[in-house]
């Protein structure tokens, strides 16, 4: 009796600590790359030489902020950036609503064919080779309709994936009901599908625009050095040319800057992330 009395409040402590644990576990993975970012961001250059994790003894953030923007020609790299990320999420949105919506509600051999193949993406890699190849033999090599015809393609699958699970989620009857009021099947999905798939719109929006906005790897090989670069090419570009040699704390702040426009859109459509995630993967 008494072993059995010494062991339970060690086993009740330690179911207590485990979810402290993993919380500790979360907030060091996140908080300490993001506080070197942040610290090394604000730092002048004679201390951010070897990033750690120290507080700047002397804090220049607004320096560093503005010499990353101008040296890095971050305005250009930012309108670059959204010509070729806002078509593709508004596509990939489309398009997968629509495609979702045929797949949640029809039933036969050849329509379940079609939803595996296309969610095989999610499974299936792209070849950057053979996705440059078409893109020269299409003449859309070194474009933005070709950088936004690899992203579209890239990340179409996962958009239906979520939005047929949350399609499928959603009473039938309510489209039957349009049906007899007279409603064509485009009116039915512009004013009764799409409202309600606003929670998982706005998690599509978020994966597609986080991969999209940092992606470099298919942005080198699409559209290259130049005029068209975007925001993570862009600094690939200045860093090699060794315009940031050194230059850590210019490089961080670049990265500061590059992804507020991420934190805004999270913050903004954060409430409707998690219903969309359960609704479209669970249900």
């Avoid at 090394?40 to 507080?55: C, H, I, W, Y």
């Avoid at 250009?76 to 593709?88: D, Q």
């Amino acid at each position: 009796m008494a072993l059995r009395s010494g062991r339970a409040p060690a086993s009740a402590a330690w179911r207590v600590g485990r979810p402290l644990i993993v919380v500790l576990l979360a907030v060091a993975a996140i908080g300490v790359p993001l506080w070197l970012t942040l610290a090394t961001s604000a730092k002048p250059q004679a201390e951010a030489v070897r990033p750690n994790l120290s507080a700047p003894r002397h804090w220049q953030a607004a320096h560093n902020y503005h010499d990353a923007m101008s040296q890095g020609d971050m305005l250009r790299g930012f309108a670059n950036s959204l010509l070729v990320v806002l078509p593709s999420v508004l596509l990939v949105l489309i398009l997968g609503a629509a495609a979702a919506w045929v797949f949640a509600r029809r039933s036969s051999w050849l329509v379940t064919a079609a939803y595996a193949v296309c969610i095989s993406g999610l499974l299936l890699p792209p070849s950057v080779i053979t996705v440059v190849m078409e893109l020269r033999q299409l003449g859309l090599a070194g474009t933005r309709p070709g950088m936004i015809a690899v992203y579209t393609g890239m990340y179409l699958s996962t958009s239906v994936f979520f939005i047929t699970g949350f399609i499928r989620a959603i009473p039938l009857e309510l489209e039957e009901a349009a049906r007899m009021d007279g409603a064509s099947p485009l009116r039915i999905f512009v004013r009764i599908i799409l409202p309600l798939l606003r929670p998982v719109l706005a998690t599509a929006t978020i994966m597609v625009m986080l991969y999209a906005w940092s992606d470099i790897f298919y942005a080198f090989f699409v559209l290259g050095s130049g005029d068209r670069a975007t925001l993570p090419l862009n600094l690939f570009k200045v860093a090699s040319a060794q315009l940031y040699l050194n230059n850590w704390h210019l490089v961080f702040a670049y990265v500061v800057i590059m992804s507020l426009p991420m934190v805004a859109v999270f913050l903004v459509a954060q409430r409707k992330i998690v219903a969309g995630i359960t609704s479209g993967a669970v249900k």
